[in-house]
């Protein structure tokens, strides 16, 4: 539980100190660094080529994020 709450704040804490157009910013850069730590060190523990697993995982996230966004402007949920 504390591991999920600690990483969906990653994206949110920008928006708490930043303005609207600067926090988007800053949570899209740190959210993809924090995707590429993960993914690097994942594939460190693995045994893979870290940087290519860091890639991977901002690749396949960036995507799902990317697919989830448009759905939702799609469906004019947002």
Known sequence: FAAA??????????????PLPAAAIVALSVSLGALFALGSWTG???????WQ???RLVLVAGTAA?????????LAVA
């Open 66 to 74: 990317l697919a989830a966004a448009l759905v939702g402007r799609f």
């Open 53 to 55: 697993d860091g890639l």
């Open 5 to 18: 709450l600690l990483a969906g704040l990653v994206p949110l804490a920008p928006f708490i100190v930043l």
């Open 44 to 50: 460190r523990i693995g045994g893979a080529i870290w």
